[in-house]
């Protein structure tokens, strides 16, 4: 089989927007509605095209020039740990040669499944209410913002707390959160998996305060309740023991603890996080692999990535203990990722080759001319 080289790398900020406009979370102001991921489009001289999210500069991209894509990748290790910021068009087009999807290579055994699928959570409910003055009118307000999610196929929200670590008077953003929790609960029904996060903007006694006064809604996860620290997590821990919650402790979506999976390895953390193109594809993979042999659970962080909701559901096919994709819906101008579908919580993952979405070359040639660059 003849080698494949690298003719052409593209690039360019896609546009796009969420269904509704984002909040705050516990420590940053509104996340807004427009999504930009940055994409490249690898022309091979066969005439594939592979193409996903990757933030690079036009002199990385002309040192590709020339290379072939069995110089930088294999299947048992994947995309080469120096070309590690091109990984994800880089392994669109090993699927596009291959003619499979993404999982099916990670896992041959999903080859056999009618439909390959992966739970998922709705990430969208965030701090919108803060133009409220009543609570009630604010729990109500996210709730109804679930009963939207739920008609996009989600039954698993999570749901940004934290309102008193800066928005609010404490007592009133605690009291806030615990209000707008128990009001999503009651509105989903008992089913449903509800996950909190709190971007570190709770103590230790918050936490508990919060967790005990929603203990009806079965909190699945608490994310990111406080900073890590290994002696407030095992007190933590003995207290959801005492008091029967089968909540769940996750972390590592931002500059998490270097000591965190050391933490995870001795059951002091449930469900690991970290950023899907932060850590990386493969590193993801391998790192899925060991929580399997230390029964801790896989969760990547990816919002306001877009091009994450896709690569993670590929991702759970080489993960044994895989939770959810986090999916953060958007419309991006240009890709056509219509070939998946949510249904009842879970993503129906499109048998098509690669990552299974599909780029319109004439609006992506339209944004290359307009903010990117071609390197041939």
Known sequence: MPKTKIKCIKWAQLHGKRPRKAGCNSRLGEHGIHVKPPIAAIFAENGAIGFGR????????????????????????????????????IWDLVGQLANKPIYSLLNPSTCDEDVFTVPCYDTSLYIDDLHLTDHKEAADLIASEAIAGRKYGHRNFKIKVGRGAM?????????????????????IGPQAKILLDANNGYNLNLTKQVLAETAEAHIHWIEEA?????????NLKNWLQKEGLQTLIADG????????????????????????????????????????????????????GYYGNFVSCHLAAGIQ???FVEWDQASIFGID????KITDGFVNV??????GLSLDQEIFNQQVEQNGFVSQ
Not at 226 to 234: A, G, M, N, R, V
């Open 226 to 234: 406080f900073h890590e620290d290994p002696k407030l997590y095992e």
């Open 167 to 187: 928005h609010m008077v404490l007592e009133s953003g605690t009291t806030r959160d615990i209000m707008v929790v128990n009001a999503v609960r009651n509105t």
């Open 350 to 355: 499109p048998k098509a080759a690669g990552f």
């Open 321 to 323: 203990l895989f939770e």
């Open 54 to 89: 990757a933030n690079i500069s036009k002199e990385q991209a002309q040192s590709l020039i020339g290379f072939h894509i069995e110089d930088i990748f294999d299947l048992e290790n994947g995309v080469k740990r120096q070309f590690h910021w091109i990984e994800y068009p």
């Open 337 to 340: 990722d219509s070939a998946y």
């Open 253 to 304: 979506e931002g500059s998490a603890a270097p000591n965190l999976l050391d933490w995870a390895r001795n059951g002091l953390v449930d469900v690991i996080q970290y950023d899907i193109f932060g850590y990386g594809f493969m590193p993801w993979l391998k790192l899925g692999s060991q929580l399997d042999q230390w029964n801790v659970r896989s969760a990547p962080h990816h919002y306001g």
